[in-house]
Nanobody, 124 residues
Framework: QVQLVESGGGLVQAGGSLTLSCVVSGQTFTINTMGWFRQAPGKEREFVAAIVWHGATSDYADSVKGRFTISRDNAKNTLYLQMNSLKPEDTAIYYC?????????????????WGQGTQVTVSS
């Protein structure tokens, strides 16, 4: 079992930046891929970014490419999402997730454990 706790959300103006963190605990040696997803009111949960936990390969949704950067610090068991040039349409609850048998999957259903989420609100 793996436990995930997100932090770093908040209210920011359009064009601003935020960095989300996700502290990972438990059986971290079982993790293959870590991902960030988001869910806006009335919408389905959508893929944002993913990274191989013990590697450097990453993937991004087209909507965030060039603006968001996913990274991880294995020594601190922490996943990050640096978000720049934020837009009002980035407003959502952001979740981190871990997958034991997936490789950079964009499908939420393929991830095994989830954090509780952190709210990001971008004002225009």
């Amino acid at each position: 079992q793996v436990q995930l706790v997100e932090s770093g959300g908040g209210l920011v103006q359009a064009g601003g930046s935020l960095t989300l963190s996700c502290v990972v605990s438990g059986q971290t040696f079982t993790i293959n891929t870590m991902g960030w997803f988001r869910q806006a009111p009335g919408k389905e949960r959508e893929f944002v970014a993913a990274i191989v936990w013990h590697g450097a390969t990453s993937d991004y949704a087209d909507s965030v490419k060039g603006r968001f950067t996913i990274s991880r610090d294995n020594a601190k068991n922490t996943l990050y999402l640096q978000m720049n040039s934020l837009k009002p349409e980035d407003t959502a609850i952001y979740y981190c997730a871990e997958g034991r048998s997936v490789h950079l999957s964009v499908q939420a259903a393929e991830y095994d454990d989830w954090g509780q989420g952190t709210q990001v609100t971008v004002s225009s």
